[in-house]
T-cell receptor, first 117, second 118 residues
């Protein structure tokens, strides 16, 4: 597609429920990233995929968070037993090269706003 | 210590004037990259400009320029001839780590909100 697509754009869920957030990167971008942005703050890194594998998952806050990218394109971020503190905007980004440097940068989607009530 | 510091939480700027957004960073790596992103109210992060640690010249992209002072670990963004559409949050970010896989993630500052006045 023309840009990074994230669905849903908004998700409201009850505490304790399971949610899945989807990211469809730019076609041909091998690198995919998930970030979490809390209100009034900058995005914080969660996980990075190169192809199908998670090359760096050091930002996942705990074992309730998990992400997959089975075919090297679409990725799903999964959150189990959601807590109110998980409420944030979840941003996905992709890049043509792992470093995202130069004119390519990292292209971000518009995010999924997750609200846990 | 914070890796990326943006000390200006909010700024007003008059339309058509220039504005400088401050960013200082902290790293022990020799190879790193610095990015600026714009985030309008719609939420999307829009890539503005990139500066590599080994680039000898300051990066420029249209009305955006990056004042890179390596010794001071400073990478300020200058927006010239501000427009009403420039009103947004602006984030400075750094990529560290050379060729290691861990070096592909971005670390963001807390952002600066810019409001352009007509």
């Amino acid at each position: 597609g023309a840009g990074v697509s994230q669905t849903p754009s908004n998700k409201v869920t009850e505490k304790g429920k399971y949610v899945e957030l989807r990211c469809d990167p730019i076609s041909g971008h091998t690198a995919l990233y998930w970030y979490r942005q809390s209100l009034g703050q900058g995005p914080e890194f969660l996980i990075y995929f190169q192809g199908t594998g998670a090359a760096d998952d050091s930002g996942l806050p705990n074992d309730r968070f998990f992400a997959v990218r089975p075919e090297g394109s679409v990725s799903t971020l999964k959150i189990q037993r959601t807590e109110r503190g998980d409420s944030a905007v979840y941003l996905c980004a992709s890049s043509l090269t792992p470093k995202g440097q130069g004119n390519y940068g990292y292209t971000f989607g518009s995010g999924t706003r997750l609200t846990v009530v | 210590a914070q890796k990326i510091t943006q000390t200006q939480p909010g700024m007003f700027v008059q339309e058509k004037e220039a504005v400088t957004l401050d960013c200082t960073y902290d790293t022990s790596d020799q190879s790193y990259g610095l990015f600026w992103y714009k985030q309008p109210s719609s939420g999307e992060m829009i890539f503005l400009i990139y500066q590599g640690s080994y680039d000898e010249q300051n990066a420029t992209e249209g009305r955006y320029s990056l004042n890179f002072q390596k010794a001071r670990k400073s990478a300020n963004l200058v927006i010239s001839a501000s427009q009403l559409g420039d009103s947004a949050m602006y984030f400075c970010a750094m990529r560290e780590g050379g060729n290691k896989a861990a070096g592909n993630k971005l670390t963001f500052g807390g952002g600066t909100r810019v409001l352009v006045k007509p």
